[in-house]
């Protein structure tokens, strides 16, 4: 089976969707798929190299003929049996723009991956381009639960061709049982300290607002070995980088800068900034628990993921997870924008050893169960069969 799979990053980009993509391509591979990438120019001179995975950098104009004339020449040598294609790259934002009519060009059967659907600030035209997708699509996916009912709803005619299929954790692990004292020393984090881990960068969907106020409350009440770990967090360039970045991600950054200082936390709160996939992992495995106080779409963070793969303990917030996250057995969940309510569930952790044991060994069950990159790479080689026996006229 030959797939072409289209997205606007690819590594070295720093960008989840990026990571997404080469992790699945590589599983794929394992799988005895070929695969190719068709991806943005901007990574022709430094892509990375993967045995069994062939990289087409040539699309510059995600908007433009030059960027269509580039497609169709790639893909036409590709000759793929699926074209899988994934919206939205927030990287490009608005300009990301080919993918939409693809299915008018190409005849062959079509596979969509839907991170989110019409964004706040999509132009109008980016609507109506993201409605064709999704209609011309053979088969969708995503790994939002919201977005499936969403879609199954108004999409009733085809909703056996709707599916949930999980993002993995991008950034694999290569830790043995190291101990997370011995791992404080490397990175230079205090011995007696409590570390609450939040990772990735930080914008509007990720309440770190509430995570911030949360340890206010936690010093306030005499906790005041608490810590706050920002792993991947905190590179205020990153915050306005890629074409597709909204001002308000760089605007969002800056008010919970400002809210770090009103609230006296500077001396409270680790910055690693970006750092390297194993970098990253050996901050988290310094951590006692994950904090996550997402504001939506909980099931589909690679971050969360990351955390139950490393065996952490994890607090995030309700979300419609399919049963997947379960309160108090893989997980505990608070609401939404409530700092004191999060702030309990730490101290809760604190103080039940047990519990937060048992949270843990769920997690990673759950991780193992559900959010490999091999289990991950079996759904969707799943979709791709299905699309083939379907056909692309139907």
């Given at each position: 089976?030959?797939?072409?799979?289209?997205?606007?990053?690819?590594?070295?980009?720093?960008?989840?969707?990026?990571?997404?993509?080469?992790?699945?391509?590589?599983a794929?591979?394992?799988?005895?798929?070929?695969?190719?990438?068709?991806?943005?120019?901007?990574?022709?001179e430094?892509?990375?190299?993967?045995?069994?995975?062939?990289?087409f950098?040539?699309?510059?104009?995600?908007?433009g003929?030059?960027?269509?004339?580039?497609?169709?020449?790639?893909?036409?040598?590709?000759?793929?049996?699926?074209?899988?294609?994934?919206?939205p790259?927030?990287?490009?934002?608005?300009?990301?723009?080919?993918?939409?009519?693809?299915?008018?060009?190409f005849?062959?059967?079509?596979?969509?991956?839907?991170?989110?659907?019409?964004?706040?600030?999509?132009?109008?035209?980016?609507?109506?381009?993201?409605?064709?997708?999704?209609?011309?699509?053979?088969?969708?996916?995503?790994?939002?639960?919201?977005?499936?009912?969403?879609?199954?709803?108004?999409?009733f005619?085809?909703?056996?061709?709707?599916?949930?299929?999980?993002?993995?954790?991008?950034?694999?692990?290569?830790l043995?049982?190291?101990?997370?004292?011995?791992?404080?020393?490397?990175c230079?984090?205090?011995?007696d300290k409590?570390?609450?881990?939040?990772?990735?960068?930080?914008?509007?969907s990720?309440?770190?607002?509430?995570?911030?106020?949360?340890?206010?409350?936690?010093?306030?009440?005499?906790?005041?070995?608490?810590?706050?770990?920002?792993?991947?967090?905190g590179?205020?360039?990153?915050?306005?980088e890629?074409?597709g970045?909204?001002?308000?991600?760089?605007?969002y950054?800056?008010?919970?800068?400002s809210?770090?200082?009103?609230?006296?936390?500077?001396?409270?709160?680790?910055w690693?900034?970006?750092?390297?996939?194993d970098?990253?992992?050996?901050?988290?495995?310094?951590?006692?628990?994950?904090?996550?106080p997402?504001?939506?779409?909980?099931?589909?963070?690679?971050?969360?993921i990351?955390a139950?793969?490393?065996?952490?303990?994890?607090?995030?917030?309700v979300?419609?997870?399919?049963?997947?996250?379960?309160?108090?057995?893989?997980?505990?969940?608070v609401?939404?924008?409530?700092?004191q309510?999060?702030?309990?569930?730490?101290?809760?952790?604190?103080?039940?050893?047990?519990?937060?044991?048992n949270?843990?060994?769920?997690?990673?069950?759950?991780?193992?169960?559900?959010?490999?990159?091999?289990?991950?790479?079996?759904?969707?080689?799943?979709?791709?069969?299905?699309?083939?026996?379907?056909?692309?006229?139907?």
């Open positions: 089976m030959k797939i072409c799979l289209i997205f606007g990053t690819y590594p070295p980009m720093k960008d989840g969707g990026a990571g997404f993509v080469y992790n699945l391509v590589n794929l591979t394992a799988l005895g798929v070929s695969v190719s990438v068709l991806t943005s120019g901007k990574v022709r430094s892509f990375l190299r993967t045995p069994g995975v062939t990289v950098p040539v699309i510059d104009d995600w908007a003929l030059d960027g269509f004339y580039a497609m169709r020449k790639a893909i036409t040598s590709i000759n793929p049996d699926v074209i899988h294609v994934i919206y790259s927030s990287f490009f934002g608005n300009n990301y723009k080919l993918p939409f009519f693809i299915k008018l060009f005849r062959r059967p079509v596979v969509v991956t839907m991170f989110s659907m019409f964004k706040t600030g999509s132009y109008f035209t980016t609507k109506l381009g993201i409605l064709a997708l999704i209609l011309s699509a053979d088969y969708l996916m995503s790994h939002d639960f919201l977005y499936i009912q969403f879609l199954k709803k108004y999409l005619f085809k909703k056996k061709r709707i599916s949930f299929v999980p993002v993995g954790n991008n950034l694999l692990s290569t043995a049982n190291v101990d997370k004292y011995q791992l404080r020393g490397q230079d984090l205090e011995q409590i570390y609450l881990a939040f990772s990735g960068q930080i914008d509007v990720k309440g770190v607002e509430t995570l911030l106020r949360a340890l206010k409350i936690l010093h306030k009440n005499g906790y005041s070995t608490v810590r706050l770990l920002m792993v991947g967090s590179d205020r360039i990153r915050a306005s890629g074409e970045y909204d001002e308000k991600y760089s605007d950054s800056r008010k919970i800068f809210l770090m200082h009103d609230l006296c936390l500077q001396d409270k709160i680790v690693t900034g970006y750092v390297s996939a970098k990253f992992n050996e901050y988290m495995k310094c951590a006692d628990l994950a904090v996550f997402f504001k939506a779409n909980v099931i589909g963070r690679s971050s969360l990351n139950l793969s490393l065996g952490l303990p994890v607090i995030t917030t979300d419609h997870s399919g049963n997947l996250l379960k309160d108090k057995y893989n997980i505990l969940m609401n939404s924008g409530n700092p309510e999060l702030a309990a569930a730490v101290v809760c952790l604190l103080k039940s050893p047990t519990l937060t044991k949270i843990a060994a769920g997690g990673r069950e759950l991780f193992q169960n559900v959010f490999t990159w091999e289990a991950i790479a079996e759904k969707t080689l799943e979709i791709y069969g299905k699309a083939m026996r379907r056909g692309w006229f139907k």
